[in-house]
């Protein structure tokens, strides 16, 4: 392992001895304002994102102590396909009824991992229930076509009425 710190090391020596540093050229371009996270050693933590995350649903609900088994059920369920962060299981539960909502978000320690998850237990079936298995970053696209169809909806019932009533006026 410390050979293979000490090649990397090596490596950006070569790249940044190769850089023009008072050139404006070697800057990378930001696209967009991120927030910056640090671990408990200070060290800028890299990789905040959803890209290894999951939303589970469909799961069955459940109140009181049959929550816990769920969640037991389920982190068995996806740690066959991938290891599952420390802090990376959530489960909302209504705090009024203490049921669960139908869903959870499990973090896996790389994409690659929640891919698998999808592949491999969207639709498995738990108790009377059908799972659905989607990474957290395609519900923007789900989102977006929802809005899409919506309008595209809409704009088919205006299509429709104004056939229906030129009908109903050359009759």
């Known amino acids: 392992m410390a050979e293979d710190v000490e090649a990397k090391a090596e490596q950006l020596r070569r790249q940044l001895s190769s850089m023009d540093l008072n050139s404006?050229?070697?800057?990378?371009?930001?696209?967009?304002?991120?927030?910056?996270?640090?671990?408990?050693?200070g060290l800028v933590i890299d990789n905040i994102g959803f890209d290894s995350v999951v939303v589970v649903d469909n799961l069955p609900v459940v109140g009181g102590e049959e929550v816990q088994r769920l969640e037991s059920d389920v982190r068995k369920?996806?740690?066959?396909?991938?290891?599952?962060?420390?802090?990376?299981?959530?489960?909302?539960?209504n705090p009024r009824t203490l049921e669960?909502?139908?869903?959870c978000y499990i973090e896996f320690t790389t994409r690659q991992e929640a891919e698998l998850a999808t592949?491999?237990?969207?639709?498995?079936?738990?108790?009377?229930?059908?799972?659905?298995?989607t990474l957290y970053d395609d519900l923007n696209?789900?989102?977006?076509?929802?809005?899409?169809?919506?309008?595209?909806i809409a704009e088919g019932y205006e299509r429709i009425a104004g056939i229906g009533d030129d009908v109903y006026t050359n009759s």
Do not use: C, W
């Open 24 to 41: 404006d050229q070697n800057l990378p371009t930001i696209s967009e304002e991120r927030d910056v996270f640090y671990d408990d050693r």
């Open 77 to 93: 369920i996806f740690g066959a396909v991938g290891v599952i962060k420390k802090d990376g299981f959530s489960m909302p539960v």
């Open 100 to 103: 669960n909502l139908g869903h």
């Open 119 to 133: 592949e491999n237990i969207n639709g498995y079936k738990y108790d009377k229930s059908k799972l659905s298995v």
């Open 141 to 152: 696209s789900f989102v977006d076509n929802t809005q899409e169809l919506e309008s595209y």
